[in-house]
């Protein structure tokens, strides 16, 4: 937990500047007003139902009516609704809100926030940060070395960006009742609507086998029953079910137009030859291919085509897998184990990936089994001009994970209700205050990397740069975290050497957020970045660890 206590709501015009801050940021067209359109948009960007029905009932909870064709709530009235009034007391953030909050930006029900996450959520919302950036959001935060923000450290931060917190929610854990679930869920109360419109039919209904099974791919919520008014949309051509594209998402630039992925094509040394490779070895059919160019061939991939391009091949010349690749699914992964093996086709197997959310340790290389169901089966295979393809059984582990409802997840809890609006714009207004706050410290960072560039580099000078204050002994808990983390490609952690890191959690006093800052420092000093690829099983099931990446920076 943090060291600062709980801190009192921001002096009421600064608190009015922020607000009026995140209506300008839902006021889209700049018009003065937030209309139909605007809440449309921002309820989808935060994963929220946004049809008229649910607008409506938003609105009439804060005693406004709504039309669809005349909405206009003002800067008065929006500071009202979220207590933001001139003469009107900030109402506290109880442990409910606060977990609607938290559970918005966790968008795996994961439990934790992690920077990867934290990427998504500012992209939906329409903020968009650097790696970097985004690093250091999480960094400000970070007490216990992990690279996540649990529930109890959201609550810091909270506090930390100004909202008054309702302390006593969070002792008297009774509060969050009001969550379990006492009528049918909206969005079941909305469907049983359109099925009496019979604008919904159940795949169980078809007789015809092939016919059920073509459609199938429109049953999105995977309960059986699909849409007819996509399937409709579909056969003219205007949607496509393999799109992936949430209808509770907004859609951005050509969405509304490219509907799949025609084609992929790669450059070859020698079509003939790695036309053989693609037949006989990976299995793809040659399809027939307009006359042009001398050589060249195209293959069907199912959904997708490979075309073929005679050229000079651009491959990864590294001993990692962290390499761009064309992925294929396959069925019974271990079927394919045996037949790369009784093809004498060389491969190695990916360890990074998890199986879901999490694969129950931070440090993936850990991992000794091959075939672990902890992550997700890839095999990598190289073309005859080293282009990867990774056999994998992706579809089965990830398809419902990566594009399923967040209410199907594991850890999900039921009962939880859409978020009221006065919460969806204490979310939004959050995270401009998270980044409000980044942005002020870009000074004292920019004025940190340059004493730091006058040091010689080293532990004990970077430390005293920044007046740490030396532990005795060592935090083994907090140094067990940040090694396992030195595991996870791309963790500002890579950049030290294990000898290296219980020396400066020493230094930094056994403070996470104190440890990582000389960590970034000497990162700065340096000049370069360093990026650890995640360890890789080769085929007989030996495990070894690629080269380091050395990346220089470009400040």
């Given at each position: 937990?943090?060291?600062?206590?709980?801190?009192?709501?921001?002096?009421?015009?600064?608190?009015?500047?922020?607000?009026?801050?995140?209506?300008?940021?839902?006021?889209?067209?700049?018009?003065?007003?937030?209309?139909?359109?605007?809440?449309?948009?921002?309820?989808?960007?935060?994963?929220?139902?946004?049809?008229?029905?649910?607008?409506?009932?938003?609105?009439?909870?804060?005693?406004?009516?709504y039309?669809?064709?005349?909405?206009?709530?003002?800067?008065?009235?929006?500071?009202?609704?979220?207590?933001?009034?001139?003469?009107?007391?900030?109402?506290?953030?109880?442990?409910?809100?606060?977990?609607?909050?938290?559970?918005?930006?966790?968008?795996?029900?994961?439990?934790?926030?992690?920077?990867?996450?934290?990427?998504?959520?500012?992209?939906?919302?329409?903020?968009?940060?650097?790696?970097?950036?985004?690093?250091?959001?999480?960094?400000?935060?970070?007490?216990?070395?992990?690279?996540?923000?649990?529930?109890?450290?959201?609550?810091?931060?909270?506090?930390?960006?100004?909202?008054?917190?309702d302390?006593?929610?969070?002792?008297?854990?009774?509060?969050?009742?009001?969550?379990?679930?006492?009528?049918?869920?909206?969005?079941?109360?909305?469907?049983?609507?359109?099925?009496?419109?019979?604008?919904?039919?159940?795949?169980?209904?078809?007789v015809?086998?092939?016919?059920?099974?073509?459609?199938?791919?429109?049953?999105?919520?995977?309960?059986?029953?699909?849409?007819?008014?996509?399937?409709?949309?579909?056969?003219?051509?205007?949607?496509?079910?393999?799109?992936?594209?949430?209808?509770?998402?907004?859609?951005?630039?050509?969405?509304?137009?490219?509907h799949?992925?025609?084609?992929?094509?790669?450059?070859?040394?020698?079509?003939?030859?790695?036309?053989?490779?693609?037949?006989?070895?990976?299995?793809?059919?040659?399809?027939?291919?307009?006359?042009?160019?001398?050589?060249?061939?195209?293959?069907?991939?199912?959904?997708?085509?490979?075309?073929?391009?005679?050229?000079?091949?651009?491959?990864?010349?590294?001993?990692?897998?962290?390499v761009?690749h064309?992925?294929?699914?396959?069925?019974?992964?271990g079927?394919?184990?045996?037949?790369?093996?009784?093809?004498?086709?060389?491969?190695?197997?990916?360890?990074?990936?998890?199986?879901?959310?999490?694969?129950?340790?931070?440090?993936?290389?850990?991992?000794?089994?091959?075939?672990?169901?902890?992550?997700?089966?890839?095999?990598?295979?190289?073309d005859?001009d080293?282009?990867?393809?990774?056999?994998?059984?992706c579809?089965?582990?990830?398809?419902?994970?990566?594009?399923?409802?967040?209410?199907?997840?594991?850890?999900?809890?039921?009962?939880?209700?859409?978020?009221?609006?006065?919460?969806?714009?204490?979310?939004?207004?959050?995270?401009?205050?998270?980044?409000?706050?980044l942005?002020?410290?870009?000074?004292?960072?920019?004025?940190?990397f340059?004493?730091?560039?006058?040091?010689?580099?080293?532990?004990?000078?970077?430390?005293?740069?920044?007046?740490c204050?030396?532990?005795e002994?060592?935090?083994?808990?907090?140094?067990?975290?940040?090694?396992?983390?030195?595991?996870?490609?791309?963790?500002?952690?890579?950049?030290?050497?294990?000898?290296?890191?219980e020396?400066?959690?020493?230094?930094?006093?056994?403070?996470?957020?104190?440890?990582?800052?000389?960590?970034?420092?000497?990162?700065?000093?340096?000049?370069?970045?360093?990026?650890?690829?995640?360890?890789?099983?080769?085929?007989?099931?030996?495990?070894?660890?690629?080269?380091?990446?050395?990346?220089?920076?470009?400040?």
């Amino acid at each position: 937990m943090m060291n600062t206590s709980f801190k009192p709501s921001r002096p009421r015009l600064q608190r009015q500047s922020s607000w009026k801050s995140t209506f300008s940021m839902l006021d889209a067209n700049k018009s003065g007003f937030i209309d139909a359109s605007d809440l449309k948009a921002s309820l989808k960007s935060l994963g929220q139902p946004s049809s008229d029905e649910h607008i409506s009932k938003l609105l009439e909870a804060e005693g406004l009516v709504y039309d669809e064709n005349n909405c206009s709530i003002d800067c008065d009235t929006f500071l009202r609704i979220n207590g933001s009034s001139e003469n009107e007391e900030e109402k506290p953030l109880n442990k409910a809100t606060l977990l609607d909050v938290f559970r918005t930006i966790d968008l795996d029900a994961s439990e934790y926030i992690t920077a990867a996450k934290l990427h998504h959520f500012l992209s939906n919302i329409g903020m968009f940060l650097s790696d970097d950036e985004i690093s250091q959001l999480l960094r400000m935060y970070d007490t216990n070395g992990s690279g996540r923000i649990t529930f109890d450290s959201f609550i810091e931060i909270v506090a930390d960006l100004g909202f008054p917190i309702d302390r006593d929610s969070l002792i008297d854990t009774s509060n969050v009742e009001v969550l379990v679930e006492t009528e049918p869920k909206e969005e079941e109360k909305v469907e049983t609507l359109i099925v009496e419109d019979e604008k919904i039919i159940s795949l169980s209904s078809i007789v015809d086998e092939n016919l059920r099974l073509a459609l199938a791919p429109f049953d999105k919520k995977g309960n059986g029953s699909i849409d007819l008014r996509e399937v409709k949309e579909a056969a003219k051509g205007k949607i496509h079910p393999k799109l992936h594209w949430s209808e509770n998402r907004p859609r951005g630039g050509l969405s509304d137009y490219i509907h799949s992925v025609d084609h992929i094509a790669i450059l070859v040394s020698d079509v003939a030859k790695s036309a053989q490779f693609y037949r006989n070895i990976i299995g793809l059919e040659q399809v027939r291919r307009p006359n042009f160019d001398s050589h060249g061939a195209w293959f069907t991939m199912g959904n997708i085509e490979l075309h073929l391009i005679k050229g000079n091949p651009v491959v990864h010349q590294g001993d990692d897998l962290v390499v761009g690749h064309i992925s294929l699914n396959a069925v019974n992964i271990g079927c394919v184990l045996e037949k790369l093996r009784l093809m004498n086709v060389p491969f190695r197997k990916n360890t990074s990936v998890p199986a879901g959310k999490d694969a129950g340790s931070m440090n993936t290389n850990k991992n000794n089994d091959m075939m672990s169901n902890k992550i997700v089966t890839q095999f990598f295979i190289r073309d005859p001009d080293g282009y990867y393809l990774e056999v994998c059984n992706c579809d089965e582990i990830l398809e419902e994970y990566c594009l399923g409802g967040k209410e199907d997840l594991a850890g999900y809890e039921e009962g939880i209700q859409p978020l009221s609006l006065a919460t969806a714009s204490t979310t939004l207004n959050l995270m401009q205050r998270w980044v409000e706050k980044l942005h002020a410290e870009k000074n004292e960072w920019s004025e940190l990397f340059k004493k730091a560039k006058e040091t010689d580099g080293s532990i004990k000078e970077i430390s005293a740069l920044i007046n740490c204050t030396r532990a005795e002994k060592v935090d083994e808990t907090l140094l067990a975290t940040m090694m396992d983390r030195r595991s996870i490609y791309g963790d500002v952690c890579q950049n030290e050497e294990e000898v290296d890191m219980e020396e400066i959690i020493l230094a930094s006093g056994n403070d996470a957020r104190v440890a990582e800052v000389i960590i970034k420092l000497r990162e700065k000093f340096r000049g370069y970045t360093i990026f650890r690829p995640p360890a890789v099983f080769n085929a007989d099931g030996t495990k070894y660890m690629p080269s380091v990446i050395i990346r220089q920076n470009k400040d």
